[in-house]
């Protein structure tokens, strides 16, 4: 599955090799490592940089891919946190099913949030209709788009649903309001309306009842920054399977990230060069009055000691923002800087 992501703005394009899987009676010969060296090939002929799959723990390690993006976290909320209106109020926002009509300010809230994140996808009004309307009944991938409207009339914001009840549980897997809009003011209203709609859900599932809301929108949004007490029970974060075959060709597309930041730091107008050591290969990023003037492959050699290493794929981490670099030297004794340069500049050019 081909698709454009972007990375601090920039786009460049990704493969999703899902689903994968092979016959119980067929495992252990190579199989799932053909296609993927086939899919790896078709993804590099499209242009892509980087392939990703939401895979299961560890497996595909094996391929070339490192755990490196935050996927599914979640935080829930109960019948006790839900916000009370006061008695002789009106529900000051109202949410109704999305329409056709609806397909351009789905696409543009959802562009205007995807900017909270350093890394994020694409979805034009196509694949917005496609979310609509594309998809059979059934399918457990669909999801139930829903408009938030103030009192008005006036559209603040959308929601993307579960299509039903799983184990108790509705799923908030998109919670977004267009910009200048107030979380304080339309969440509450949201809330409610999400309890009420789960308890009409599970009265047409007797096996079922409405016990919790799951807000699916990752370790941070602004929903948690407003309404901390909200949803205080958490899942812990699990991650993207992501392989980055052309480690320099990625840094040099997005540069003018790295540049930025470097810009709005103590290194202001930083010159030398850094070198990063993947013990078997690595990297050499030279800069001139802050400008990442080159990126080039460079072999680590015992004589040398790099400006910082880092064992196996764990920089595809840092590069991605999944973890800092005291994080990744924390968890890993063979992750190392040489000095107070190295560190500062890779803290600078690659936070969390």
Known sequence: ISQTWTYGGIE?????????????????????RALLEEIHKQSAARGEMMQAITGI????????????????????????QAPKLEEGVQEPFLVRPATEDDVPFLAQVYDAGTRRSLVACTRDEAQWRYELSGKSEPNVCRRDLRVIEAAGGERVGFLALSIRLWRGTLGVWVHEL????SWLAVTPSVVRY???LGKRWAAREPVNQMER?????????????VFHDLAPDKRQTYAWSVRVPDLAAFIRKVAPVLEQRLAE????????????????SGLKLSFERGRLARVDSWQPT???RAGARFPDRTFVQLLLGHRSLEELKYAFADCTTANDEARALLEILFPK
């Open 57 to 80: 723990p560890w497996y595909y390690r094996q391929f070339g891919y490192e755990m490196a993006l935050a996927l599914d976290a979640a935080r829930f909320s109960y019948a006790p």
């Open 302 to 304: 015992p004589e040398v």
């Open 12 to 32: 460049f394009g990704v493969g999703r090799p899902e689903l994968v899987g092979t016959h119980p009676d067929y495992r252990r010969r190579g199989l799932v």
């Open 213 to 225: 809301i799951a807000f699916r929108l990752g370790d941070e949004h602004p929903l948690y920054d």
């Open 178 to 181: 267009k910009p200048g809009v």
């Open 194 to 196: 999400l309890w009420a």
């Open 265 to 280: 730091s103590p290194l202001v107008g930083h010159g030398g060069e850094l070198t990063i050591s993947f013990y078997r």
